[in-house]
């Protein structure tokens, strides 16, 4: 096995930033919902601003309470619904 990182969704960033904006929260209150205890409330703006890359349990929340499938954030080629939080199709 190679030391390579994974390539990373160029995407994530922003549409965890929509989702946020469209639940109309703070970052502090985001970080609440997520409900990540060994994560810091500061962790959220650099996953908006791509500078730290959520772990899989955060992306999962992320995707719960935005009512979509995990793959329609990590998918680049996937958009987000217009309407967020959606219904769940899962």
Request: hydrophobic fraction near 35%; glycine fraction near 6%.
């Amino acid at each position: 096995m190679g030391r390579s990182r994974r390539p990373r969704p160029e995407r994530l960033a922003l549409k965890l930033l929509q989702i946020r904006e469209a639940l109309g929260v703070s970052q502090a209150e985001m970080h609440l919902r997520l409900d990540q205890p060994k994560s810091h409330p500061a962790h959220i703006s650099g996953y908006e601003r791509g500078e730290r890359e959520p772990p899989l349990p955060v992306i999962l929340k992320y995707a719960k309470l935005a009512g979509v499938c995990v793959d329609v954030l990590i998918d680049d080629t996937l958009d987000l619904p217009a309407k967020l939080p959606s219904k769940p199709k899962h």
